[in-house]
């Protein structure tokens, strides 16, 4: 997962939003910290079909939003906490803390599908979980993210 993003895509987000919200600023954060989106409005709206046909809250807090599309050239991933938990409609009812957005281009199919598979073998541990729900700024959300792999 590491290897997919950078410490500009790791954000905390504060106040109170909507998850339509979270949602399209994650994507604006990708495409302004990277070049891998060529059209952020056909990403953003990838994403937000596939939040339509069912809820990417996959339960403890985390959401894992995601989408292949023309709109993106390269796999990316973005990761925020939030100061205020979301309600995604998650399988066990929790509010989302931590939404992991995964974007990626449509020829990408097994390297997508391994990566929102580690990402969410990576989720199930609870102290890794525990550790990012719980940061208290930017720096330290950083920080927890990126000793996830070493």
Request: charged letters at 35%.
């Amino acid at each position: 997962m590491v290897k997919y993003t950078n410490e500009k895509l790791i954000k905390f987000i504060k106040g109170k939003n909507t998850k339509e919200e979270i949602l399209e600023k994650i994507v604006n954060l990708i495409s302004e910290n990277t070049d891998l989106v060529e059209d952020k409005d056909i990403f953003f709206k990838n994403i937000m079909e596939r939040e339509n046909i069912g809820s990417t809250g996959i339960g403890m807090g985390i959401a894992m939003p995601h989408t292949r599309c023309d709109g993106v050239k390269d796999l990316v991933v973005s990761i925020a906490v939030l100061e205020n938990a979301v309600d995604f409609g998650a399988i066990d009812g929790e509010l989302i803390k931590v939404v992991v957005l995964v974007g990626g281009p449509k020829e990408k199919g097994q390297e997508y599908l391994k990566l929102m598979s580690s990402i969410a073998r990576i989720f199930r541990e609870k102290d890794i979980r525990d550790n990012i729900k719980t940061s208290r700024n930017e720096e330290e959300l950083i920080k927890n993210i990126m000793e996830i792999e070493n």
